[in-house]
């Protein structure tokens, strides 16, 4: 009976809460967008395609013992000349396009959703900082922002690049590459999250619950975390999403210029810089089914970030 009864009660729970997740406002106003609903779809597929590109993929493209120089530039298997072992033709090294993309989908993916955890994590905690101790603390963040707000995103991912290549002149860039890209993002989008934590803190810290655990005692780190930060990261998850792409785009861009990750690494903006090299020989492929790709996942994200700002608005509900 007991055993039934505690069964009961978890049902009733995962009933309550599926019912409560299908009732939602965001549930009901995602579901009536049928674009963000393809796009979110899209991007869930593509997305599950980069995780699981290792059972998904044909072979691993950048594995020297499976590429052969001998199958390099066959054209898409519709084309004539293709191959049927290689659906979208191989690139100049031999290696297969389609598991090219997955696996550099993969690194893409990695370095956009580690530069945005990176300037997010950086960001909310400066905002949180200037917004709640304000006087020269918020002054100093704050024109530390505007400077940067001065220099484009993709001018201080140089900067940063170069200044850890002359560092790290003694050491193979394959081990710093990665890393670099990350920090190289993350430095560059950091402000957008400051600014907005920052308003959204200035306000809330004179609200009376903000008092209240002032009143009490409670640590000041306490305080930012348990009580603050809850109820002012809402508006930094469309910024969080919008990001994502504007991240995927700069390593592509970094990679596109050869200071983003080396031949041996390729992500899809080194497939796209390869297949560049080739685009008026005739072969296209290289250059086109990486970028249609990048373009794509792009896109579906800046769909689901304008949906979401439009939202979480309350001006528009």
Not at 121 to 138: H, K, P, S, V, W
Request: charged fraction near 15%; charge should be neutral; hydrophobic fraction near 50%.
């Amino acid at each position: 009976m007991a055993q039934e009864k505690t069964s009961g009660q978890a049902n009733t729970v995962q009933e309550s809460l599926w019912s409560r997740f299908r009732n939602h406002d965001l549930t009901y106003q995602f579901l009536r967008s049928p674009i963000t609903v393809v796009a979110a779809v899209i991007c869930l597929v593509l997305i599950l395609s980069a995780i699981c590109a290792p059972w998904l993929a044909t072979m691993n493209p950048f594995d020297p013992k499976q590429v052969l120089l001998m199958d390099a530039n066959i054209p898409p298997v519709w084309i004539e000349g293709g191959d049927p072992r290689f659906v979208f033709g191989t690139d100049d090294q031999g290696r297969d396009l389609y598991s090219a993309i997955l696996y550099g989908l993969r690194v893409s993916l990695a370095i956009g959703a580690g530069g945005v955890a990176l300037a997010a994590a950086i960001g909310i905690t400066l905002g949180l900082m200037a917004g709640y101790f304000g006087g020269r603390t918020d002054a100093i963040i704050m024109r530390i922002a505007d400077v940067q707000l001065t220099f484009p995103a993709i001018l201080i991912a140089l900067l940063v690049n170069g200044i850890v290549q002359a560092l790290a002149k003694g050491s193979s860039r394959e081990t710093w590459a990665f890393g670099v890209l990350i920090l190289s993002i993350g430095l560059s989008f950091w402000v957008q999250y400051a600014r907005t934590i920052r308003g959204s803190t200035m306000i809330e810290k004179n609200k009376d619950y903000i008092h209240a655990a002032k009143l009490v005692g409670q640590p000041t780190v306490l305080i930012m975390l348990r009580h603050l930060l809850p109820n002012v990261i809402g508006p930094t998850l469309v910024i969080l999403t919008i990001n994502m792409g504007l991240a995927i785009i700069t390593e592509a861009t970094l990679s596109f210029l050869g200071v983003g990750l080396p031949p041996t690494q390729p992500s899809l903006g080194t497939l796209i810089s390869i297949g560049n090299k080739y685009l008026f020989s005739g072969d296209w492929w290289i250059v086109t089914f990486p970028g249609v790709t990048l373009a794509i996942f792009v896109l579906s994200i800046n769909l689901i970030g304008d949906w979401l700002r439009d939202a979480l608005n309350p001006r528009l509900q």
